[in-house]
């Protein structure tokens, strides 16, 4: 039985995972006792929370294989993840907008189909734009990701007739299998962390296959990746596409969860909010994306609600040089992100422990 | 991406048909929205007044980044600290005369900016000196996003002023120059600005040529190893380098303050636009990051103008990415400048 355990720790785990987030939902739905989801908490964390958690999940899982394992820096995440939510938006408003298509566009498989065109175009768009600016490195490749996404933000904010410019587009529809609405959140809750589950299992097969070893190559030392046939570029394109589809996919569920899209939640800011995340879960751990979104949410939330009372302040200041902080911090002393960094703390610990007993 | 042709005579072809064909196109948006010369003077004007605070910008990136390898993501919030600090102080009461008030103010904001920069080497860059360029990117972000907050705190979220330095009130002096069909304007705070780029380029090529300090520094900047064996210190180095570009990035914000408002999220965009033209004049080479500074002002400011004045930070994101990709070793340094092959 143990050995089972330790051959399938990833599906062992993923199962496990999987249980827990059904069963917090599964509260939420049935209300044992008259207990809601939040009172779990303490009222901190809601319902809404765990699906802005399980959406950007995905899109830090995504990072996570592009810079943890292939090592190629992007700041500028939010700009995949931003035309994913476009043109999810756009496409399903078709026929309410543009009153063309009428029948097939206001149809229910409809948006589902226009999620596929999301993540397929957001891929065909990082396959085009993911070549050249692949070639660049290190801080080179940071700031080209970050100019990309910048621009998408301010293009967004610009072609009103299609994008609906600051305001944004409204009237995106809710989600439903037939006659079936994902909405309320708690049904909507479902498919989002079936989809940030889907994405992780996608994601560790990958890491653990012929490419996610290319890819650790890559990282570890590019040139000698290529003398030993790992065609890097092709690689490095495909890692890049894989994290813009599961931006553009967040992007789709993100759209369809506020009903409407505006360039604002897909700033700058946003791309470095990611990039915390990532960081803080740890860049080379599949497994530390919905750990560091996660604590980042917490952060955030306990900031939010509790310093008011606590210090008799506004916490929404505080909580950014918090954030800054903590993110410098963490660089400075636990580069691999908290997981590994407390994993290995922990580890060097019992080490000294054992050492003192054999002295 | 097609590999362009190595000869002189295909390259200097390439890039006039290239020149020639942005100048069509400039005068062809500009015909549409019937600008006159004296509009493209007046842009020009304009543009040079903002790329010269981009200069000095570029200058503090090239600064960090030729001594440490780091490209330093604060350099913008420098800006922003030293245009609010100085203006905090002007606005304190201190019975002195308001021309000696305000040089108070712009010496109190360059020094505490210059100790904000030294704190942050100390504190968040030294500590992690040895790891990959990747991480120390992220930890300048760190470092920024802490910054804007903590000014966030303490200036809130409203725009401030600060007074124009010749007329002491927030009305600026202006210059005309009539032309046969309009005004040309010059404000009188432009001049300060072309001024002060002037005299630090003035201090810091005696510095660097001239002292033993600036000399090291720039030895550290060719070798670090070699100029480690020599006697030099590079941590020490590294402290000076932020040093010079937090007090660089001060000064910028201090003259800029009269012409923008002030505010604790200016550091951002400028930062960005810094970088591009450090980018454009190859990274590491002072005088191209000047040149850079001043093109990019200008083509920014008659690009927005011909168009959409929000299409002007697209244009600086444009050519970022056009010369990353296309000349990475910069338009203006020519190609002695090496880019990075970590």
């Given amino acids: ?359 | 991406m097609p590999r362009l042709p190595r000869d002189k005579a295909s390259k200097i072809a390439i890039i006039t048909a290239v020149a020639v064909a942005l100048i069509v196109l400039t005068v062809f948006l500009g015909s549409r929205k019937n600008l006159q010369p004296r509009h493209y003077i007046q842009l020009t004007i304009d543009g040079v007044r903002g790329g010269s605070i981009y200069a000095l910008m570029a200058l503090g990136f090239v600064m960090v980044y030729s001594v440490t390898g780091i490209i330093n993501f604060a350099q913008g919030e420098f800006v922003m600290l030293g245009a609010m600090i100085c203006l905090t102080v002007n606005n304190l009461d201190l019975h002195l005369p308001p021309a000696l008030k305000l040089a108070v103010s712009v010496v109190v904001g360059v020094l505490a900016t210059t100790l904000i920069g030294i704190a942050m080497e100390r504190l968040a860059i030294y500590p992690a000196r040895r790891s990959p360029p990747v991480t120390l990117i992220i930890i300048t972000i760190g470092v920024t996003i802490t910054l804007r907050a903590s000014a966030l705190l303490a200036w809130g979220a409203d725009p401030y002023v600060l007074p124009a330095f010749t007329t002491q009130v927030l009305e600026d002096h202006i210059f005309r120059f009539g032309g046969p069909s309009g005004d040309v304007i010059v404000q009188a705070q432009s001049l300060w600005i072309w001024g002060t780029l002037f005299v630090v380029l003035i201090v810091l090529y005696v510095f660097l040529e001239r002292t033993i300090m600036g000399k090291a520094l720039r030895a550290c900047a060719v070798n670090r190893r070699a100029a480690q064996l020599m006697g030099i210190n590079p941590s020490r180095m590294s402290m000076l380098s932020f040093a010079i570009a937090a007090a660089l990035g001060a000064i910028g914000g201090i003259v800029l303050g009269p012409v923008t408002r002030p505010i604790y999220d200016m550091g951002l965009m400028l930062g960005l636009r810094g970088f591009v033209a450090a980018i454009m004049g190859g990274l590491v080479s002072a005088p191209g990051a000047v040149v850079g500074g001043l093109v990019l002002g200008v083509v920014e400011n008659v690009a927005a103008g011909v168009t959409n004045p929000t299409y002007k930070s697209v244009v600086s994101f444009v050519i970022l990415i056009a010369i990353l990709l296309f000349r990475p070793q910069g338009i203006i340094g020519g190609s002695e400048s090496r880019p990075e092959e970590a």
Wanted: aromatic share 10%.
């Fill in chain 1, 1 to 359: 039985m143990r050995g089972f355990l330790r051959r399938n720790r990833n599906a062992v785990g993923i199962v496990v995972f999987a249980i827990v987030i059904a069963s917090l939902g599964a509260v939420e739905v049935f209300r044992p006792f008259g207990i809601r989801f939040s009172d779990l908490t303490g009222r901190v964390v809601t319902m809404d929370t765990m699906i802005r958690v399980g959406i950007l999940t995905i899109v830090v899982v995504g990072l996570n294989l592009l810079m943890g394992y292939a090592g190629q820096v992007s700041l500028g995440q939010a700009g995949f993840y931003a035309l994913g939510a476009y043109v999810s938006a756009i496409l399903s408003t078709l026929a309410t907008r543009h009153k063309v298509l009428i029948g097939v566009a206001d149809t229910w498989w409809w948006p589902w189909l226009a999620i596929l065109a999301s993540m397929a175009l957001t891929g065909g768009f990082a396959y085009l734009v993911g070549k050249p600016i692949l070639r660049l490195k290190g801080n080179y490749l940071a700031m080209a990701t970050l100019g990309l996404g910048i621009i998408i933000y301010i293009l967004a904010g610009q072609f009103e007739e299609i994008t609906g410019g600051y305001d944004g587009l409204t009237g995106v529809p809710r989600l439903q299998i037939g006659d079936f609405k994902l909405w309320p959140p708690q049904r909507y809750y479902f498919l989002v962390w079936g989809a940030a589950i889907g994405v992780i299992v996608v994601a560790t097969n990958i890491v653990n296959s012929r490419i996610g070893r290319a890819l650790r190559a890559i990282h570890t030392g590019e040139v000698a990746a290529n003398t030993c046939g790992v065609d890097t570029e092709r690689y490095k394109v495909q890692a890049l596409i894989v994290s813009a589809m599961c931006a553009a996919l967040a992007g789709s569920l993100y759209a369809h969860f506020q009903s409407a899209v505006s360039p604002n939640p897909f700033s700058f800011r946003v791309s470095v909010e990611l990039v915390v995340m990532a960081a803080v879960g740890g860049l080379s751990s599949i497994w530390g994306a919905p750990f560091g979104v996660g604590v980042i949410f917490a952060i955030r939330d306990l900031l939010r609600s509790r310093m008011e009372e606590w210090l008799q302040v506004r916490g929404g200041e505080y909580e950014l040089i918090i954030y800054g902080i903590m993110l410098t911090v963490i660089m400075i002393f636990m580069p691999e992100g908290l997981t590994s960094g407390i994993v290995s703390l922990v580890r060097r610990a019992r080490r000294g422990r054992s050492k003192m007993r054999d002295s």
